[in-house]
T-cell receptor
Framework: KQEVTQIPAALSVPEGENLVLNCSFT??????LQWFRQDPGKGLTSLLL?????REQTSGRLNASLDKSSGRSTLYIAASQPGDSATYLC???????????????FGQGTILTVHP | GAVVSQHPSWVICKSGTSVKIECRSL??????MFWYRQFPKQSLMLMAT?????????EQGVEKDKFLINHASLTLSTLTVTSAHPEDSSFYIC????????????FGPGTRLTVT
């Protein structure tokens, strides 16, 4: 059974800072790991998806890494902006396929606040 | 591309009544859709898996007779909350996996249900 943990639970930084969000998972036989953003009262926006064969993915100011051996993924946000303020969630499928295909286990999320 | 919509975006109903929530994939076909529930300040919890043309599968602890799921076509899944109670008040989010893409899930904007 995959368990996903995120730290810190909340993070407040001044605008312009580079920051790192952490995600840990228990099953190293991970299929993929996905990072999402959720604004208050809204659905999820997919940010990055890393396949098990990949070590990182980049999109603009975002970079996500995956280290299966240590059971960790990090989301790096460069030059943070107030518009980055949101809850960031990581999620991974429970197992690689079968009856658990597509069923995601989510971390508790990190609430990010970027101050102007 | 890969847009998922939900209707309604919010609904208020009285205890004992039933409410139907629709989840549509607008620009792709989805053989599998998922329904999640999110309580305030908590992460998403998977409720059930909706498969086109077959019965939904429910997670442990989720009452299938209370949360009726129908996946009538490759672009539409519905969740009906029957005999709603105040404790059913929550944010309900659906997601869909495109038929041709087995990796990434796309999430709807969510439906806020309030039962009075």
């Amino acid at each position: 059974k995959q368990e996903v943990t995120q730290i810190p639970a909340a993070l407040s930084v001044p605008e312009g800072e580079n920051l790192v969000l952490n995600c840990s998972f228990t099953d190293s036989a991970i299929y993929n790991l996905q990072w999402f953003r959720q604004d208050p009262g809204k659905g999820l926006t997919s940010l990055l998806l890393i396949q098990s064969s990949q070590r990182e993915q980049t999109s603009g100011r975002l970079n996500a890494s995956l280290d299966k051996s240590s059971g960790r993924s990090t989301l790096y946000i460069a030059a943070s902006q107030p518009g980055d303020s949101a809850t960031y969630l990581c999620a991974s499928p429970r197992t690689a396929g079968g009856t658990s295909y597509g069923k995601l286990t989510f971390g508790q999320g990190t609430i990010l606040t970027v101050h102007p | 591309g890969a847009v998922v919509s939900q209707h309604p975006s919010w609904v208020i109903c009285k205890s004992g009544t039933s409410v139907k929530i629709e989840c549509r994939s607008l620009d792709f076909q989805a053989t599998t859709m998922f329904w999640y529930r999110q309580f305030p300040k908590q992460s998403l919890m998977l409720m059930a898996t909706s498969n086109e043309g077959s019965k939904a599968t429910y997670e442990q602890g989720v009452e299938k007779d209370k949360f009726l799921i129908n996946h009538a076509s490759l672009t539409l899944s519905t969740l009906t909350v029957t005999s709603a109670h105040p404790e059913d008040s929550s944010f309900y989010i659906c997601s869909a996996i495109p038929v041709l893409n087995s990796y990434e899930q796309y999430f709807g904007p969510g439906t806020r249900l309030t039962v009075t």
